[in-house]
């Protein structure tokens, strides 16, 4: 233990350890509905070698491994606690040998990613090594909670998994109870009668049974544990990127925007290529850029830039017909939507390196 870095600790205690942590009340809840004993011991040095270069803030890195777990005792505790699922839950017990163990390891690709492959085949390979896994282990006698080497995915994506997951373990299929209203109508339920125009004679046409509509598996949406959730800082470098401009009557142009190092950049050029004011005898830009400092997060981190002029000074105009060439033109935003003196824009591509 002393060997982790101090936020891995802290997250040992506070996320996993803590009996009031959400993961130690599913698996508290787990054993109330199953009856039985349930064990699950991270062996954090190894997942913390595996995952370090995932997550650059360790103080996430627990409380992430604790959501897939927490996850994974939901779901077995909402399928357990379903009684169309009995021969299921008859079937964990009996394997389990009435001892429900999880086991976790960080998910390895067969082969090598290979940056030089083809794009599909090596954006195929990236995609696996960001897949769950669970499985079975008849040699361990217990589940195997492979997870991603990579960010972990979203609560809700891991709960609507180990639901679909678990019920194929064994491979057994749940009865689902069904009434005679769902059953399809036989044919003499789907008869019409009409009148034959040629003979008058009343006719029986026989419309053809409709087809069942299957079932749609459950789709499950929870709001994020925030234990779970990157510093705004490192939050906001992952896209969507939005951004918005707002023009004040040519004397002013806003621009806010969630990703710091765009502002940045377009501080930089329009302070580069700004022209001077001679009317002034110290000669400052014919238009201020400032960048302001956002309210939230660690370090310096920016949020909004404002381009303005000295009325007092000069007749000149801020034009935002600039400003929108280069969000368009040169950083890939598209437009969303404009409402006169409002721009909205979107990016959902990352933006992979940067010098800010």
């Known amino acids: 233990m002393s060997k982790l870095p101090i936020k891995v600790q802290v997250g040992i205690r506070d996320a996993w350890d803590n009996q009031d942590a959400p993961v130690q009340k599913a698996i508290k809840n787990m054993k109330e509905v199953i009856g039985v004993g349930v064990f699950v011991n991270p062996e954090w040095p190894l997942l913390l070698a595996e995952l370090d270069s995932f997550y650059p803030d360790k103080g996430i890195l ?3 491994v604790a959501a897939a777990v927490e996850a994974c005792c939901t779901a077995l505790t909402t399928l357990a606690d379903d009684e169309a699922n009995a021969e299921w839950a008859d079937t964990l017990l009996e394997q389990t040998e009435s001892h429900v163990r999880f086991f976790l390891e960080v998910r390895v ?8 492959a083809t794009k599909l085949t090596y954006h195929e390979q990236v995609s696996k090594s960001r897949d769950m896994g669970m499985t079975w282990s008849n040699q361990r006698r217990g589940l195997i909670i492979s997870l991603p080497k990579s960010v972990a995915p979203s ?29 399809p109508a036989s044919v003499d339920d789907w008869a019409d009668v009409t009148v034959d125009n040629k003979t008058g004679n009343a006719a029986v046409i026989e419309i053809p049974q409709r087809h069942a509509i299957a079932q749609q ?3 499950f949406d929870m709001i994020p544990d925030i234990e779970t959730i990157p510093r705004p800082d490192e939050l906001l470098l992952k896209p969507p990127y939005h951004l918005i401009v707002r023009d004040f009557n040519s004397s002013s142009t806003e621009v ?32 201020e850029v400032k960048l302001h400092q956002s309210a939230f997060g660690l370090g310096v981190v920016y949020d909004r830039l404002t381009v303005a002029t000295e009325s007092r000074y000069t007749a000149q105009e801020v034009s935002p017909t600039m400003l929108l060439s280069l969000i368009e033109g040169v950083m890939g935003y598209k437009m969303i939507s404009n409402d006169g003196p409002f ?11 940067s010098r800010y």
């Open 343 to 353: 721009w909205t824009f979107r990016r959902d591509v990352e933006f992979k390196s």
């Open 62 to 64: 627990v409380p992430s």
């Open 256 to 287: 806010q925007c969630s990703h710091s190092p765009t502002l940045q950049f377009l501080s930089d050029y329009l302070k580069k290529w700004a022209r001077t004011n001679h009317n002034n005898t110290n000669r400052p830009p014919l238009a």
């Open 155 to 183: 609560k809700s994506y891991m709960l609507s998994f180990f639901t679909g997951n678990l019920l194929k373990i064994f491979d057994v299929k749940p009865k689902h109870a069904t009434s005679s209203n769902n059953e």
């Open 217 to 219: 598996p459950p789709v």
């Open 109 to 116: 690709n067969a082969l090598p990613l290979r940056p030089h």
